[in-house]
């Protein structure tokens, strides 16, 4: 089967409603979708009622933002009980957190550059939609202001460490996070670990630990990866016996490396997180 267990919709920094993430999945032919918006499972519900109706099979979803030695990382719970107290009362706390940062960035950029960022930024975390808005919103506002070229210019430009909108976040560390997600029940997905700006050893170590808090699985392909990376995943995932995951992490039809359902296929001797749910 075509296993997508990454996708993000308009509740979070994706563009696409959860309905029409769904249709787009069907005609990449995805036959198992779980829509994993940051930090919000409030689309999580229309997902189900668009996989009903177009054949998909779905599992609730949700990525988890969380801090480990000072690294920004990201957790995806699976097959959870959606509406759990714990679990929202969490998620909950990290858009708390997420909008408190978003508007100091905006106050920073503003006082630093002279760009109107405040009046930005304060939209963004009125808004019902997205409810979890990230800085990637602050970046697409920026191009649309004219202030940046794309939204990796807004970013080395504006955003990232060192730049004037630059604002450190504390997020929940890793036990809180898995415990959180434990509560309801839910499968634990690393994802994308390739991306984190981490040492071979201290993957390794994060590995470890998330192995004895007991995580289930590591994305090891995802869309737009080298090979490279999905061989140093798969051994990974091997060593630490960790199941196996799959996503396109796609956020934007516009980008074509990362559309639903494009990754590579897992080795055939690690087992998919999926024949766990």
Known sequence: MRVDLHLHSNHSDGVLTPTDLMALCAARRVEWA???????????????????????????????????????????????????PVLQQHLSNVRHLRHERLLEIGRRL????????????????????????????????LVAAGHATDVNHAFSRWLARGQPGYVPAEW???????????????????AHPHRYKLSAGALRALLGEYRELGGHAIEVSIGGMSPNDLDRLATLARRFGLLASTGSDFHDPNTPWNTPGRFAKLPADLEHVAVRL
């Not at 409030?42 to 969380?66: D, F, N, P, Q, S």
């Not at 560390?173 to 415990?179: R, S, V």
Request: proline share 3%.
């Open 34 to 84: 779980a829509l994993t918006d940051h930090d919000t499972t409030r689309g999580c519900a229309e997902a189900a009622v668009a996989c009903a109706a177009l054949g998909i099979r779905y599992t609730a979803g949700v990525e988890v933002t969380l801090g480990w030695r000072g690294q920004e990382l990201h957790l995806i719970g699976l097959a959870f009980e959606r509406e759990h």
């Open 110 to 141: 503003q006082r630093k550059s002279g760009i109107a960022a405040e009046t930005i930024t304060e939209q963004l975390c009125a808004n019902s939609r997205p409810e979890s808005p990230t800085r990637l919103h602050l970046a697409r506002a």
């Open 172 to 190: 929940p560390n890793l036990e809180t996070t898995m415990t959180a997600l434990a509560a309801a029940g839910a499968r634990c997905v690393l």
